[in-house]
């Protein structure tokens, strides 16, 4: 990389450091602004995020393994034959499954596992298998960018008696978003929790040997209402719809139709249209465009041809040396470590052959001797040395250790010898 190039990057770090920095300090005066965004994210600390409860469904249970599904083959995954007393939480504005996702999770449920749905709009499909009617609601709060405006709103959510000891109801003065069950088949289905007005928003609905617990009101779980006064006794005692007999081997966070719906109501899509989200940003925005003009003017003033740099011509080297070393290297790196080593003897033993006058075999002991006391050279290195020049040529194979360990033994007798 060239100087210019280099100084080119920091110049446009430093610019993009510099908007960003300014951006951030005229707008820090400003007033916070309550963030209306809905988006049930387990990750959101916004008011309607969902972080808090993700963590709470983390506490509660502790003691199983917990898994967050993001996409269709997630979730269906976790959908098998052999699964049972396991957990399910979908939490979003919508559920919106497509035919065989929604019979999978039926026969999963029927085989004895629990899915638990909180959301306020629901497929016609999902509707008639579990034998629902579901009051109408303001159609704008579901469209467009309504979801991200801040309206008056509030909610209240409470617990039937029975099977809940306790009715007490749970207020937060946040958007509301919910919807009521007016129709039910009471053969299999248990009214759970109520709203305000007294319409059943929680019921139980048996099927085989599990159940499909149905809350219509998903702001209930978000940061605002759960932080919202003793708000956060509604999570607990929701989750003792389930069963008390059940130990629960698995709970699944299913995040999947939350995204399905974003995805699918995206006009756009991939790198374009994050791109145009990034460039709206109050901070990113306005960085991010003073980095791709630096980088249109470093194009522009670089599109004139310059001169080619004459390169520098190397000083002359040992080529004999270097034809060793490439040789050698050649030979490491096709991993013919026992060729290697050979010729790595063979080299020892005419250095010795040509400095000492003598030759090295280790069926001569008198050799050994005559090496150490000619060289200056311990006698145990030496026996060494004659012990594993046997070994690199008897053996069939050596590995990269005993490579290194041979040639140790090799440089540390040159580093010693006279």
Same mark, same amino acid.
């Given at each position: 990389?060239?100087?210019?190039?280099?100084?080119?990057?920091?110049?446009?770090?430093?610019?993009?450091?510099?908007?960003?920095?300014?951006?951030?300090?005229?707008?820090?005066?400003?007033?916070?602004?309550?963030?209306?965004? =809905?988006?049930?994210?387990?990750?959101?600390?916004?008011?309607?995020?969902?972080?808090?409860?993700?963590?709470?469904?983390?506490?509660?249970?502790?003691?199983?393994?917990?898994?967050?599904?993001?996409?269709?083959?997630?979730?269906?995954?976790?959908?098998?034959?052999?699964?049972?007393?396991?957990?399910?939480?979908?939490?979003?504005?919508?559920?919106?499954?497509?035919?065989?996702?929604?019979?999978?999770?039926?026969?999963?449920?029927?085989?004895?596992?629990?899915?638990?749905?909180?959301?306020?709009?629901?497929?016609?499909?999902?509707?008639?298998?579990?034998?629902?009617?579901?009051?109408?609601?303001?159609?704008?709060?579901?469209?467009?960018?309504?979801?991200?405006?801040?309206?008056?709103?509030?909610?209240?959510?409470?617990?039937?008696?029975?099977?809940?000891?306790?009715?007490?109801?749970?207020?937060?003065?946040?958007?509301?978003?919910?919807?009521?069950?007016?129709?039910?088949?009471?053969?299999?289905?248990?009214?759970?929790?109520?709203?305000?007005?007294?319409?059943?928003?929680?019921?139980?609905?048996?099927?085989?040997?599990?159940?499909?617990?149905?809350?219509?009101?998903?702001?209930?779980?978000?940061?605002?209402?759960?932080?919202?006064?003793?708000?956060?006794?509604?999570?607990?005692?929701?989750?003792?719809?389930?069963?008390?007999?059940?130990?629960?081997? %698995?709970?699944?966070?299913?995040?999947?139709?939350?995204?399905?719906?974003?995805?699918?109501?995206?006009?756009?899509?991939?790198?374009?249209?994050?791109?145009?989200?990034?460039?709206?940003?109050?901070?990113?925005?306005?960085?991010?465009?003073?980095?791709?003009?630096?980088?249109?003017?470093?194009?522009?003033?670089?599109?004139?041809?310059?001169?080619? =740099?004459?390169?520098?011509?190397?000083?002359?080297?040992?080529?004999?040396?270097?034809?060793? %070393?490439?040789?050698?290297?050649?030979?490491?790196? %096709?991993?013919?470590?026992?060729?290697?080593? =050979?010729?790595?003897?063979?080299?020892?033993?005419?250095?010795?052959?040509?400095?000492?006058?003598?030759?090295?075999?280790?069926?001569?002991?008198?050799?050994?001797?005559?090496?150490?006391?000619?060289?200056?050279?311990?006698?145990?290195?030496?026996?060494? =040395?004659?012990?594993?020049?046997?070994?690199?040529?008897?053996?069939?194979?050596?590995?990269?250790?005993?490579?290194?360990?041979?040639?140790?033994?090799?440089?540390?007798?040159?580093?010693?010898?006279?």
């Amino acid at each position: 990389m060239s100087k210019n190039t280099i100084y080119t990057v920091l110049w446009v770090l430093l610019g993009v450091l510099v908007v960003g920095g300014l951006g951030y300090w005229m707008n820090r005066g400003q007033k916070r602004h309550f963030d209306a965004t =809905i988006t049930l994210n387990y990750k959101d600390k916004r008011p309607y995020g969902a972080y808090v409860a993700f963590q709470e469904f983390n506490r509660l249970f502790a003691r199983t393994p917990v898994a967050v599904s993001r996409r269709s083959n997630d979730f269906l995954r976790d959908l098998s034959d052999t699964d049972r007393n396991q957990v399910m939480f979908v939490l979003s504005p919508y559920f919106y499954p497509n035919p065989d996702e929604w019979a999978g999770m039926v026969r999963w449920v029927r085989q004895g596992n629990y899915l638990v749905i909180s959301a306020a709009r629901f497929t016609q499909d999902v509707k008639e298998k579990l034998h629902v009617e579901l009051s109408n609601f303001t159609e704008e709060v579901f469209t467009g960018n309504s979801m991200n405006v801040d309206t008056e709103d509030s909610l209240r959510v409470s617990f039937t008696r029975p099977p809940y000891p306790d009715t007490t109801s749970y207020f937060y003065p946040g958007r509301r978003l919910d919807r009521s069950v007016v129709s039910l088949d009471s053969s299999f289905t248990q009214v759970l929790g109520v709203n305000d007005y007294h319409y059943a928003n929680m019921v139980r609905i048996t099927a085989g040997d599990g159940a499909v617990i149905l809350q219509t009101a998903p702001m209930a779980f978000s940061n605002y209402f759960l932080l919202y006064g003793d708000n956060m006794r509604y999570f607990d005692n929701f989750w003792s719809a389930l069963p008390a007999s059940v130990h629960v081997t %698995k709970g699944i966070w299913n995040q999947y139709f939350l995204y399905k719906v974003q995805e699918e109501q995206r006009p756009g899509g991939g790198f374009w249209d994050s791109l145009f989200r990034l460039l709206h940003h109050q901070f990113i925005g306005p960085a991010l465009g003073a980095l791709l003009l630096l980088l249109l003017l470093y194009i522009l003033l670089n599109m004139k041809r310059r001169q080619r =740099i004459i390169p520098e011509k190397a000083p002359a080297t040992n080529e004999s040396l270097e034809w060793v %070393k490439t040789i050698g290297t050649m030979y490491y790196e %096709k991993g013919d470590h026992r060729n290697l080593a =050979i010729k790595m003897g063979q080299h020892f033993q005419e250095h010795i052959r040509t400095r000492y006058q003598t030759q090295l075999d280790t069926a001569e002991p008198s050799s050994i001797i005559r090496l150490a006391s000619r060289s200056g050279v311990d006698e145990p290195l030496v026996r060494d =040395i004659a012990t594993n020049l046997r070994y690199v040529h008897d053996a069939p194979s050596l590995s990269a250790e005993q490579l290194t360990e041979w040639y140790q033994l090799i440089e540390k007798f040159y580093k010693t010898a006279l």
